[in-house]
């Protein structure tokens, strides 16, 4: 028995090692995105340096891809747009988020961190994503679009050519007449 | 009808002002038309894609209408002074063959208007624009066209897509078979440029970033003087003819009481 307490005593501070952060859709953007790639959040500030596997799965399958990256360094807040430098004529910007690429258009996704730093791991919560549905062109519809306009101005403009030629007519009728 | 009662020369007086406003109408109608056919919004490209380009043959129509107009009302007003019943005979015929023109001018261009939907210039956006396949010369020359249209107004006048950028996402495109998704999701075109027509931030643009790319569509810079056109040759050529109408009245009246 004796053997066994410094494993339990490991596997207790191991458990004590996992946490859990929050990630979420990321505002600011065109919104619904894109039908191909979705922007994640990255991870918060203090997992910095820490590797990170990003897995996405279709949400009626078991399975999915991961991704595998380094956590980059926060420079002042995490948001998705930060000014790095701006003076003179030009602003150097700096964009923070991890794009999904690849994907099939019109397919709703499950999205969840895992983030290994030193001996801790920290895990996410698990978001749904959607990528915008894709038409095909056909679907587009060549109606016209049918105004009075239309209506009123043939009708009128045949009427007078009609009535100019029974007035020619008669405005002969009457000069041979004299 | 004796030539010199004062009423026989009211009437002359009346239907030679007539005859007068026919021949400025003709004038104004023929630089109107001028005007839309030199098509100062290079959207010419984009209607003859759509083999529905019949707004500018009425307007053709409407130039050699106008000065049709003008000449025949020179006829008109000489016939009406010298009270001849051949020169107004000659005037009858040349003015109905006229009109006719006019009416049909005016019709198609009321007609052709109702076709410019939002569907038509994104279906044909969609089909065109970056299709490279070699079907037909047409085919050819017309997407380079198209191509070459909304590259121009994409980048000039700050706007993207028929109804915006969605529209390259929403829908599957000859762009789109072209160009990666991940790179391209809407045509550079539609980024925020700096003075040297380079995007400001291209990553930020390709990531729909607001203020780094166009959200506003271009639809409206299309149709807007597209309907203006149509709407110049159908509904002042239909003003000209309602004149017309009266003033053929009132000279076939005259002519019918002219003494032989």
């Keep these: 028995m004796a053997f066994l307490t410094p494993t339990l005593l490991l596997l207790v501070l191991l458990d004590l090692g996992a946490a859990e952060f929050n990630i979420s859709s990321i505002s600011g953007l065109l919104s619904p995105a894109l039908a191909e790639s979705f922007l994640v959040a990255l991870p918060p500030c203090h997992l910095t340096g820490g590797k990170a596997t990003l897995t996405v799965r279709r949400t009626n399958e078991s399975t999915g891809l991961t991704h595998n990256f380094m956590v980059p360094p926060c420079r002042g807040q995490r948001d998705l747009v930060n000014v790095v430098y701006s003076g003179g004529s030009f602003t150097v910007t700096r964009l923070d988020a991890y794009q999904v690429t690849n994907l099939v258009p019109g397919t709703s996704y499950y999205v969840s961190y895992s983030v290994v730093k030193g001996n801790a791991v920290e895990s996410s919560n698990r978001v749904q994503m959607a990528t915008l549905p894709r038409r095909k062109v056909e679907t587009l519809g060549l109606g016209m679009a049918r105004t009075g306009g239309m209506i009123v101005i043939t009708v009128l403009l045949s009427v007078a050519m009609f009535l100019l030629v029974v007035g020619f007519i008669v405005a002969l009728a009457l000069g041979a007449r004299k | ?260």
């Design chain 2, 1 to 260: 009808m004796a030539k010199g009662d004062s009423s026989v020369r009211c009437f002359q007086g009346l239907l030679i002002f007539g005859n007068v406003i026919i021949g400025m109408c003709g004038i104004a109608l023929t630089a109107e038309c001028i005007f839309f056919v030199s098509d100062q919004h290079s959207l010419y490209p984009l209607l003859e894609a759509t083999d529905n380009d019949d707004i500018y043959g009425a307007a053709w129509i409407g130039i050699f209408v106008g000065i049709c107009l003008f000449c025949l009302s020179v006829l008109g007003i000489v016939g009406i002074m010298k009270s001849s019943r051949k020169i107004l005979l000659v005037y009858f015929i040349l003015m109905f063959i006229v009109y006719a023109f006019e009416v049909a001018s005016s019709i198609t261009a009321a007609v052709q208007r109702d076709f410019f939907t939002t569907n038509l210039f994104l279906r044909q956006m969609l089909e065109r624009y970056q299709n490279k396949s070699q079907s037909n010369n047409d085919d050819i020359w017309k997407n380079r066209e198209v191509t070459k249209t909304w590259d121009r107004l994409m980048l000039l006048e700050k706007c993207c897509g028929v109804n915006g950028p969605s529209d390259w996402q929403k829908y599957k495109s000859a762009f789109r078979d072209v160009n990666n998704d991940a790179d391209y999701p809407w045509p550079h075109q539609c980024c925020v440029m700096d003075t040297l027509y380079k995007p400001l931030n291209l990553d930020a643009c390709k990531l729909g970033v607001s203020g780094y790319y166009h959200s506003k569509g271009c639809y409206e810079l299309i149709s807007g003087p597209m309907n203006r056109h149509a709407w110049g040759v159908a509904w002042f050529g239909f003003a000209i003819l309602c004149w017309t109408f009266c003033v053929l009245l009132g000279t076939m009246f005259y002519w019918s009481r002219i003494e032989y």
